[in-house]
């Protein structure tokens, strides 16, 4: 059974730090990694989605794949109190199953001005 | 270009009533999957359909559950004799034709479900 582990938080930042958030996954075969964001009450929304090891950024934000070490990583540059949220981590791929979504629990963070 | 819609968004019911939960797709999507996000819990696959037809439901819990994608209509999630323990978020999520592993779930605003 696919699992990913993330730590629950809450993490704390100051405003204009560099918010670190991390996940594992336990199935060597997953292709597809996917971080999303959730605010309190709302819907998850697609920050970044990342497939072959190595870094990728988008603006603020920068996710890093280690797929021999079943390791990713999301990094927010100089962080604002409305990046406040829980971030998912997500997992797709392998298994005989290319469609499913495994999530795991999200990490709170919180940006303090 | 409209998102992923879900109706209604909170839904009160009773222990015992039905749960009829909707989703509309965004335009050109044909996949559809819901999850299922208790208190206090990460988000959880449930089933996923494309139109007219169930692909895998292996989330889905096998008593009181079940799904539907028509060829018209949205996607609905059906929930009899509801228990205290069904009250969660509900979310709907669409991808477009093809259905890689690459592929980006899109996700509607959610259905909240609480039964008293």
């Known amino acids: 059974q696919k699992e990913v582990e993330q730590n629950s938080g809450p993490l704390s930042v100051p405003e204009g730090a560099i918010a670190s958030l991390n996940c594992t996954y336990s199935d060597r075969v997953s292709q597809s990694f996917f971080w999303y964001r959730q605010y309190s009450g709302k819907s998850p929304e697609l920050i970044m989605s990342i497939y072959s090891n190595g870094d990728k950024e988008d603006g603020r934000f920068t996710a890093q794949l280690n797929k021999a070490s079943q390791y990713v990583s999301l990094l927010i540059r100089d962080s604002q109190p409305s990046d406040s949220a829980t971030y998912l981590c997500?997992?797709?791929?392998?298994?005989?199953?290319?469609?499913?979504?495994?999530f795991g629990k999200g990490t709170l963070l919180t940006v303090n001005p | 270009n409209a998102g992923v819609m879900q109706n209604p968004r909170h839904l009160v019911r009773r222990r015992g009533q039905e749960a009829r939960l909707r989703c509309s797709p965004m335009?050109?999507?044909?996949?559809v999957y819901w999850y299922r996000q208790l208190p206090e819990e990460g988000l959880k696959f449930m089933v996923y359909?494309?139109?007219?037809?169930?692909?895998?439901e292996s989330g889905m819990p096998k008593e009181r559950f079940s799904a539907e994608f028509p060829k018209e209509g949205p996607s609905i999630l059906r929930i009899q004799q509801v228990v205290r323990g069904d009250s969660a978020a509900y979310f709907c999520?669409?991808?477009?034709?093809?259905?890689?592993?690459?592929?980006?779930?899109?996700f509607g605003p959610g259905t909240r479900l609480t039964v008293l």
């Open positions: 997500a997992v797709k791929g392998g298994g005989g199953s290319n469609y499913k979504l495994t």
């Open positions: 359909l494309q139109k007219e037809n169930i692909i895998d």
């Open positions: 999520a669409s991808s477009p034709l093809s259905s890689g592993s690459t592929d980006t779930q899109y």
């Open positions: 335009k050109g999507h044909s996949h």
